[in-house]
């Protein structure tokens, strides 16, 4: 049977890590793949899950399975984080949580619950979004469509577009948007775009999905949780898959959460047991290390606000890259402007660069890029920004 199989095609993102694990280069720059980097261009553990990590190690007494929704205690804290400590719908029951291997892991439970439940429901994501999107609602039975969300000559979000596309969709679909600096453009709605969009999808009955993965490494904590109070505040029902993998640095621990808003306490139970059997189904229930060590840093005072500095610090040396990146090209002599660059936040920017010149970049100086141009600005460093520019400088002249 499975000599009769052809080989599938690598992932456009992790297989770019493998071409650049093999390369022999000794300059080679990997822009590719979503991971912080530090100055020295390593993805560090932070002081802060350290020091929570000796706590669990310390205090652990058993190995035994959680729960199929996970830890409640964790499940808290998520509710907290992506809402806010006095929000009032934590209290309201209206809200429930489930734990999940990572924020991939989060979307296929969505999409599985999705289409299980609403199956003539469709789901549209954004034109561009991350590559493995579309799979894992193709996957799951439902039908994807797109909306245009990047404006290419502008550098900027195409909202008006966006919303023709949006106001055309049928009550019933799912809306797959990006919390904050997950876009690979880099581009984020702004506060008052957010409310529009929370009033389109209230007058069209539509239902959001909020794939959370980057809280803190756009403008801060709250600051960058703004979309999603917004739709909170129109909206009766929503989804939101939320992942720890950046803000925490616990990417191979694959620590994310499903979090459903209803319009009723007993909605909330209802959808939360429909939830729960598609997780069976699929891992079963989720591992405990990674949400104990998130667990503990989010409860304990001296651990929190280590944490919060350290995901200032990222954010910070982000922002600092992508003023470096757009001057270093101006010192360069690049005559394209890429002053877009210092605007968007995150770790993505589209950088304008077409497939040939990727290829180019990768072949002859080891640089290596996704095909569509979206780079990493987190793999930048004060060490390897003169190579980067340099090759850049060569390949668009």
């Not at 071409?19 to 022999?24: I, L, N």
């Not at 909170?232 to 898959?241: F, I, K, M, S, Y």
């Amino acid at each position: 049977m499975f000599d009769q199989l052809t080989m599938a095609p690598s992932d456009p993102i992790l297989g770019l890590t493998d071409a650049f694990r093999k390369d022999p280069n000794p300059a080679k720059i990997n822009l590719g793949v979503g991971v912080y980097k530090d100055e020295k261009g390593n993805t560090p553990i932070l002081t802060s899950v350290a020091k929570a990590r000796q706590q669990v190690l310390a205090t652990e007494t058993t190995k035994n399975y959680l729960a199929i929704d996970g830890s409640p205690e964790y499940n808290r804290v998520v509710q907290e984080l992506l809402l806010g400590a006095g929000h009032p719908m934590l209290g309201s029951g209206r809200v429930v949580t489930v734990q999940a291997p990572g924020g991939t892991g989060a979307l296929r439970v969505a999409a599985d619950f999705l289409h299980q439940h609403f199956p003539a429901a469709r789901v549209w994501i954004s034109e561009p979004t991350w590559a493995n999107h579309s799979q894992i609602f193709r996957l799951a039975g439902i039908q994807v469509q797109t909306y245009p969300y990047f404006d290419a000559r502008t550098n900027s979000l195409g909202f008006e577009a966006m919303c023709r596309a949006l106001d055309s969709a049928p009550a019933g679909d799912v809306v797959l948007l990006h919390g904050c600096c997950h876009n690979p453009t880099g581009v984020d709605p702004t506060t008052d775009q957010w409310h529009r969009l929370a009033e389109l999808l209230v007058a069209r009955h539509l239902l959001p999905l909020v794939d959370f993965a980057y809280q803190g490494l756009g403008r801060g904590l709250r600051e960058d949780a703004e979309g999603l109070e917004a739709l909170c505040a129109l909206l009766p029902e929503l989804l939101v898959a939320s992942s720890f993998s950046k803000n925490f640095g616990l990417y191979n621990e694959r620590v994310g959460a499903l979090t459903l808003v209803a319009p009723t306490r007993e909605a909330a139970q209802q959808a939360l047991s429909h939830v729960k059997i598609c997780i069976r189904a699929n891992y079963s229930n989720p591992p405990a290390h990674g949400a104990a060590v998130i667990t503990t840093v989010l409860q304990d005072t001296q651990l929190r606000r280590e944490w919060e500095g350290e995901v200032a610090t990222m954010r910070k040396r982000i922002a600092q890259m992508r003023a470096l990146f757009a001057e270093t090209l101006r010192q360069k002599g690049v005559e394209r402007d890429f002053s877009f660059i210092e605007r968007q936040q995150g770790m993505f920017s589209f950088s304008g660069l077409n497939k040939e010149q990727v290829e180019t970049l990768r072949q002859v100086h080891g640089i290596y890029i996704v095909g569509g141009g979206r780079i990493n600005v987190a793999g930048m460093t004060r060490q390897n920004m003169e190579p980067l520019c340099s090759a850049i400088a060569a390949v668009l002249n």
